[in-house]
Antibody, heavy 123, light 109 residues
Framework: EVQLVESGGGLVQPGGSLRLSCAASGFTFSSYWMSWVRQAPGKGLEWVANIKQDGSEKYYVDSVKGRFTISRDNAKNSLYLQMNSLRAEDTAVYYC????????????????WGRGTLVTVSS | EIVLTQSPATLSLSPGERATLSCRASQSVSSYLAWYQQKPGQAPRLLIYDASNRATGIPARFSGSGSGTDFTLTISSLEPEDFAVYYCQQRSNWPPEVTFGQGTRLEIK
């Protein structure tokens, strides 16, 4: 079965750190760019970061630059998000997402999502 | 930064009716726009990409149109399972960054 399964969420104090993981299965993980997208409680979706297949390129939304690091381990079919200096506004469900591959190649839309992992930043 | 504005915020309709949801971009995004459906407690599901292409497995009652700054998602005849929140999303070619609209809640009247 093609799926993404996130883990690692939880309650953390402001200023703290957390590392999220995403386990991929059912597809050739190493062939895809991968992304993290988050959703604050009751709010809309916000793209967080992208990483190239070999990890050589990474892109972040401005609000997390310098605090979050996306990485991957293709041997383990896993995607990660290291989150440091966490703030209350980082509270959200974090989704691992795969961009669409279609007729013309890579499209920056997400056709596969995990179920998400909740990160709560609170004292 | 391109801002996507969705309207209306909430749309109240009955099963069998036609739904028309709007997404307006602050500047042209060409046809680089997608639509997602999200139900409570679930991840989003890709419905439409590049403005008018249905994703795999999406029923034909869902259709997308538009280009430039104005886009529309149409559900021709609402089924009970279509009541959800819908998001639009634009993509830039490079760097690979995306932004989402704030969502339209489609509720049962």
């Amino acid at each position: 079965e093609v799926q993404l399964v996130e883990s690692g969420g939880g309650l953390v104090q402001p200023g703290g750190s957390l590392r999220l993981s995403c386990a991929a299965s059912g597809f050739t993980f190493s062939s895809y760019w991968m992304s993290w997208v988050r959703q604050a409680p009751g709010k809309g979706l916000e793209w967080v970061a992208n990483i190239k297949q070999d990890g050589s390129e990474k892109y972040y939304v401005d609000s997390v630059k310098g605090r979050f690091t996306i990485s991957r381990d293709n041997a383990k079919n896993s995607l990660y998000l290291q989150m440091n200096s966490l703030r209350a506004e980082d509270t959200a469900v974090y989704y691992c997402a795969r961009p669409l591959i279609a007729a013309a190649g890579l499209y920056w839309y997400f056709d596969l999502w995990g179920r998400g992992t909740l990160v709560t930043v609170s004292s | 930064e391109i801002v996507l504005t969705q309207s209306p915020a909430t749309l109240s309709l009955s099963p069998g009716e036609r739904a028309t949801l709007s997404c307006r971009a602050s500047q042209s995004v060409s046809s680089y726009l997608a639509w997602y459906q999200q139900k409570p407690g679930q991840a989003p599901r890709l419905l439409i990409y590049d403005a008018s292409n249905r994703a795999t497995g999406i029923p034909a009652r869902f259709s997308g149109s538009g280009s430039g700054t104005d886009f529309t998602l149409t559900i021709s005849s609402l089924e009970p399972e279509d009541f959800a929140v819908y998001y639009c999303q634009q993509r830039s070619n490079w760097p690979p960054e995306v932004t989402f609209g704030q969502g339209t809640r489609l509720e049962i009247k």
